[in-house]
């Protein structure tokens, strides 16, 4: 009982942390980070203890595949270079060069072990870094690579590590026997995501009641996660190529009131493991802190050297990347120093170092060096790059580039130029006129000053909500009836003029 209230209690501050970082306009990971450490030193707490072979699963799945399902395939084709680089080179570069700092500072670490920690703090969350750069509106460049980043990353480094772990457990590999097998688990990663999303699509779940539909989602995430980890395979490789098929094919077989249910569980739920992430890496800090004898000299310059290797190693290749790149002749895909500079510093560390930490087995050598190592360097990038991230952007001046803008409004006059068509052909009736007058006037452009059609619409739709209330509060209707015009009213507020802000978006204004 303790325990549940405990975690209650550190949800209840989690939220209270990201209604806080909205104020400050930082990441909430950062403060979520303090709290975590927080939570190590507050006398009284429970210790806490994870199954590895769960934390993966639970932690890093659903965070991933709602990362995978708003990915662009076109732009990350667009920036393969970029982003090859900062998924391979530069993961590998940092996993070994943090290996060989650790086995310098502690000669008795197992070169497996050194390895896995390596692959451990190599890959970067950037996911909390482009929640800060979308308020800011950057060039679309830079969120595309960092996006395109932390999906794949994460397989490049958890295929490390399960290498790594695999040799300080005892297992033997040689080289010709890990290339195939990184071959074949990545490769086939990939075609049984593919395939598992076709026989989602087939199976027509997502035609059932909402709950059950949203359910099942969470439960086919996992389900597809375990499955890749038993039959071999990269189980990121397969959620990325799970998410990203499920969304190109889902679309049209779904409507709005089920994607607008769909969207806030995932968001929720997305946000509670990030909460309980950084929760339990830091009750359990205590118990890692006693087992070490407290903090020692030794351990702080173990975690510092770490935390130095990971962001100067990003730092090297980025810059490097972009100093060649400008060498040639340049052209609109030509890196800027400045976007260059901003992508170097996205380098924060989050949910899937504290999962992949938490995930080492007992018994594993150093565990808890390792652990406490990359606690600290989650911790020391979250705070020190999160919290200055916005300020170097803003002295940078990076302009958004406006590409966004330019593809919404062209999609904006298809498809209201389709609907259009259908109403002319259709049989003439005053609802017919209603809409097409609807339809043209969102394909007139807004200009300043005056009321527009968003601004109009805002008016009527608070009206109607106003009345609404009134309605049930001197009972001329009951709440059932009211819950379904409300309803209505929700839908008509996010979708009826295209030019609103997204609900996400209107909420973090």
């Known amino acids: 009982m303790l325990i549940f209230e405990t975690v209650i209690l550190l949800l209840l501050a989690g939220a209270l942390l990201a209604v806080l970082a909205k104020r400050l306009r930082v990441p ?81 670490l197992p070169w497996a072990a050194a390895i896995a ?33 932390s999906l794949l990353n994460d397989a490049t480094a958890l295929l490390l590590f399960r290498v790594a772990v695999g040799a300080a457990m005892g297992e033997a590999f040689s080289t010709w026997e890990v290339v195939p097998m990184l071959l074949l688990t990545c490769g086939g990663g990939a075609l049984f995501g593919i395939a598992a999303a076709w026989v989602w699509i087939w199976m027509g779940i997502h035609r059932q009641d909402i709950a059950v539909a949203v359910l099942v989602q969470f439960l086919g995430t996992f389900a597809v996660w375990l499955l890749a980890e038993r039959l071999g395979l990269s189980a990121i490789i397969t959620m990325v190529a799970y998410a990203m098929t499920i969304a190109r094919l889902i679309p049209g077989r779904i409507g709005g009131r089920y994607r607008i249910a769909s969207y806030a569980v995932w968001e929720v739920a997305v946000f509670t493991l990030n909460i309980l992430a950084f929760i339990l890496i830091g009750l359990q800090l205590r118990g890692i802190l006693e087992r070490l004898d407290g903090w020692r000299w030794q351990d ?19 810059m490097g990347y972009v100093g060649i790149a400008r060498l040639g ?22 949910i899937v170092t504290l999962a992949a930490a938490l995930a080492l087995p007992e018994g594993f050598p150093y565990r808890d060096l390792i652990l406490l190592t990359a606690f600290s360097v989650a911790v020391v990038t979250l705070v020190l790059q999160g919290l200055s991230l916005r300020w170097l952007l803003e002295r940078l001046g ?9 593809e919404v409004a062209l999609a904006r006059q298809a498809t209201a130029s389709a609907a259009l068509e259908v109403l002319r052909a259709a049989k003439p009736g005053r609802a017919a006129e209603v809409l097409e ?14 009321e527009d059609l968003a601004g109009l619409q805002r008016q009527a739709v608070a009206a109607q909500r106003r009345v609404l209330q009134a309605l049930r509060s001197h009972g001329t209707i009951g709440d059932d009836a009211f819950h379904v015009i409300e309803e209505e009213i929700d839908l008509l507020d996010i979708t009826a003029d295209p030019r609103i802000r997204d609900l996400k978006a209107a909420a973090d204004g």
Do not use: K
């Open 117 to 149: 920690l390596g692959a451990i703090v190599a890959p970067p969350d950037a996911s909390a870094a482009a929640a800060v750069l979308r308020q800011l509106r950057p060039p679309q460049r830079v969120l595309v690579i960092l996006e395109g980043e």
């Open 329 to 350: 002749r340049r052209t609109a895909a030509t890196p800027s120093l400045e976007g260059g500079l901003v992508i170097a510093w996205c380098g924060m560390r989050g």
């Open 300 to 318: 702080a310059a173990f975690a510092a050297a770490a935390c130095a290797v990971v962001i100067l190693m990003r730092f090297a290749w980025v």
């Open 437 to 450: 007058r609807e339809y043209l006037a969102r394909l007139q452009p807004v200009e300043g000053g005056g």
């Open 28 to 108: 909430y990971p950062a403060l979520l980070a303090l709290a975590g450490t927080a939570g190590a030193l507050v006398p009284g707490l429970p210790h806490v203890t994870l199954d590895p072979e769960l934390a993966l699963a639970l932690f890093v799945a659903p965070t991933l595949l709602d990362a995978a399902y708003d990915a662009s395939p076109r732009d990350l084709r667009a920036n393969w270079r970029a982003v090859g680089g900062l998924v391979l080179v530069c993961v590998l570069c940092t996993a070994f060069a943090v290996a060989w700092v650790a086995r310098l500072i502690e000669p008795g």
């Open 398 to 406: 990076l302009p958004d580039d406006g590409g966004v803008e330019r």
